[in-house]
């Protein structure tokens, strides 16, 4: 019998991994925040992938932070401001050799919980794959990707990624993990929040290239500064095409702000002011930006942590 897969969070990524585990006979259980979770979801009868408009139901087993069983493989798909209260909860039941995959959205989190857990191994995640919730226990695959896996203190795979091959999962081992990481944040810095601002589509910033164009130099330039060169090269470009290849789409802080839901702005735009303080180098647009978007949230009520 495999190690089981244990997810944490029960949102479009972690659904969507857990049904194609489960679709693979991997063994799944998915952790829910509380007896009242738990008690909805065992009310169905499981949880649903459709993909190209078919759907399939997999009975995955829920189960709650207090249950008892041991936990050797967790992958940590909820919110990066929710990462490390989720852990929390969770510690009493790591194994002396767990292993957490993080799943989360921009950068900080990965380094809070790893320091949370020291002995656990951290492995952290990148991934470009596309999916949403159309109802409760439901995830829509919406665009196939990548997951970039790796380990920045220690370059050896792991063992289990003939798991995500069985399942289905596109990924690659990643020894330059922190680059792809560090690339995305960029990417999001010079999207996410002008969708937000703009209140428009990926495609509606065609409408405002100059900004675009001026943000991705700046933060070309804060990834020198970090020591990412790698992660800067052809930065711009790539924005281009990502406006291009979606702009059909809202963006994740897009859909977040619509739903009235607290954004990651800390772990992207901030994380990303945050290091330019840190090396003293000033980044107006980018600052700028910030500050609106700061600004616009607390005017729609939502937190601008």
Known sequence: MSTPWHILGAGSLGTLWATRLARAGVPVRLILRNDARLASY???QGLTLVEH???HTYAVIGETPESPEPIHRLLVACKAYDAQSAIAQLQHRLAPDAELILLQNGLG?????????????CIYASSTEGAFRDGDWRVVFAGHGYTWLGDAGHPTPVLWLDDLQAAGIPH?????????LWRKLALNCAINPLTVLYQCRNGGLQAHQCEVATLCAELAELLEYCGQPAAAEDLHAEVERVIQA????????????ANARRTEISYLLGYACQAAARHQLVLPHLQQLQARLVEHLLARGLASD
């Open 42 to 44: 065992r009310a169905g």
């Open 53 to 55: 408009g078919v759907e």
């Open 172 to 180: 690659e081992w990643a020894t330059d993990i922190l680059t792809r």
């Open 109 to 121: 989190s990965q380094d809070a919980v790893a320091a949370q857990v020291p002995s656990a191994r």
């Open 246 to 257: 979606t702009a059909a789409n809202y963006s994740s802080m897009y859909q977040d702000v």
